[in-house]
């Protein structure tokens, strides 16, 4: 199991982990500000070379806890990239009553890494809403497994299992 770091006085917007542990450091700057900042501005070419295209896998687990109801909705990176972008093109034409960087980050926890050799598998957690101007909020409830390698430029995200159900402690 990966060391846990301290959450008593978390700062959503900062990295958990110390720089001392360069890996977890290096993943969790991917996978939260990084990843968020592109959504947000809706620009793929912010976090396209955090991948590894060849033999790319992403699956949806479209909530349901039984893995018989999950879908390989993404059998490349090509199809993700796809729906990441319709995705953050909605977002970005969303009206919201509060800053959506500022929410995302509170209701993002990644703090669990477990690294085995030159692989990784990660824990994304979503618990926490965006105020939307219509008096209406996009829920974020669901977790993500991302699992990544390391590569002579760093580390990668390699495929992922999302939309998982999750519930908050």
């Known amino acids: 199991m990966s060391p846990q770091p301290d959450q008593s006085l978390r700062d959503p917007m900062q990295n958990p982990f110390a720089p001392e542990d360069a890996v977890r450091h290096a993943i969790w700057e991917m996978l939260v500000p990084r990843d968020i900042d592109a959504f947000l501005a809706a620009d793929w070419s912010m976090t ?3 991948f590894i295209a060849e033999n790319f896998t992403g699956m949806n687990a479209n909530f349901d806890p039984d893995p018989q109801n ?6 490349s990176l090509e199809q993700y990239r796809d729906e990441w972008l319709r995705q953050a093109q909605a ?17 993002t ?9 030159a692989a990784a598998l990660v824990r994304k957690k ?10 209406g909020e996009d829920r974020m409830l669901w977790q993500t497994l991302y699992w990544c390698r390391e590569t002579p430029e760093g580390w990668k995200i390699a495929g992922f299992v999302g939309y998982l159900p999750y519930e908050a402690a």
Do not use: H, M, Q, V
């Open 70 to 75: 999950w879908a390989l909705s993404f059998a």
């Open 48 to 50: 396209a070379g955090d």
């Open 91 to 107: 977002n970005a034409e969303t009206d919201y009553a509060e800053d959506p960087r500022a929410a995302i980050f509170a209701a």
């Open 109 to 117: 926890r990644l703090e669990e890494i477990e690294i085995t050799g």
């Open 126 to 135: 979503f618990d926490g809403r965006i105020r939307r101007k219509d008096g």
